[in-house]
């Protein structure tokens, strides 16, 4: 089973948007600003800030703080990242000023408010470019240059141990922390026994399927067969059930991807397609008539008889 590195994004925004996480994950990562719930109105800002040709790559999340019986506002922006990435502090110094730009818009100020960068990283490298803003500039560094580097936070570096809070919370964030990691034995029991207790809680038991949909995704089938061995053999039987369904389901997802290039691959070198051919062809679901589509084509039969068994 191929890797697929856009499960990582999907989850993170799963289960961060929901405002009771996004408060969990705060106060971890930046307790003074998140001490005491009752003080503050907390709200997970539903745009994105992501150039939508980057979306593939670049996931961003924007939590609003707001200072109950006050003006104060605060922001905490998180972009999440699973591999290294050189450029990340321009990228987010382009959100900082989209989101200050939006801010005077709407709530006109003197001053602007307070905006912290968060970049969470759970890759298996060390991270090791560079944060500042002014080491991406070249040449000599005046009052010009903008001082600006995003905190870093990598969850490699935070103990089992300094996680807790909501069951919910501590699946999502043990499944980040371990999905770019080695899955040794007590990793995947550790896993696997959060993610049966969430499957017996309703509040949790959606963030355990994620969790388990994206390793199925991220990870390799002898993998997911040993994670699936581990809990059958513990009775976790919906965590053993979901695990098998996920990589069933990906196996299936990429036989039909398969297919479809395949048959593009070999209507164009033979007769060409148009785009809306392609497009067509792309957009097949049903694996026997792609099969039949096949067929037809090493028959040697046209392309219009071809195309025909897709419709």
């Known amino acids: 089973m191929a890797i697929d590195t856009r499960p990582y994004d999907s989850f993170f925004r799963f289960a961060f948007t ?29 745009d994105t800030f992501v150039d939508p040709a980057l979306r593939s790559e670049q996931t961003d ?17 998180y972009e999440h990242k699973s591999s290294p990435d050189r450029w990340v502090a321009l990228q987010l110094l382009g959100y900082l000023t989209s989101i200050w730009r939006r801010s005077r818009s709407n709530r006109p ?7 912290l960068p ?27 240059v903008p001082r600006f580097a995003p905190e870093l936070v990598n969850l490699a570096d935070i103990a089992v141990e300094q996680i807790s809070g909501s069951l919910g919370f501590v699946v999502a964030l043990l499944a980040l922390k371990f999905v770019r990691q080695r899955l040794t034995d ?50 976790y039987h919906s965590v053993e059930e979901g695990l098998m369904t996920y990589a069933q389901e990906m196996l299936q997802t990429g036989q039909m ?4 290039n395949v048959l593009v691959r070999l209507l164009d070198l033979r007769f060409g397609l148009t785009e809306d051919e392609r497009a067509g062809i792309l957009s ?16 040697g039969l046209p392309k219009e008889s071809v195309l025909a068994r897709l419709s």
């Open 61 to 77: 999340l924007l939590i609003q703080l707001e200072r109950r019986g006050s003006e104060s506002l605060v922001y905490v922006l």
């Open 186 to 235: 007590a990793r995947v029991r550790l896993l696997v026994s959060w993610w049966d207790r969430a499957h017996a809680d309703p509040a949790a038991r959606e963030l355990a399927e994620a969790a388990e949909r994206m390793y199925a995704r991220s990870r390799t089938r002898d993998e997911i067969d040993r994670m699936a061995t581990f809990a059958g053999d513990r009775e």
């Open 118 to 144: 968060v970049v969470l990283y759970h890759g298996r490298p060390r991270w090791t470019e560079p944060l500042e803003f002014s080491r991406l500039v070249d040449g000599p560094h005046a009052d010009h």
């Open 257 to 260: 991807r398969e297919k479809r």
């Open 284 to 299: 097949c679901d049903d694996s026997d008539a792609l099969d039949a589509a096949l067929d037809q084509f090493a028959e």
């Open 18 to 46: 929901r405002i009771d996480l996004a408060w969990e994950l705060t106060r971890l990562i930046a307790p003074e600003l998140a001490s005491g719930r009752e003080g503050w109105r907390v709200s997970v800002d539903p």
């Open 109 to 115: 100020a003197p001053t602007l408010p307070r905006i």
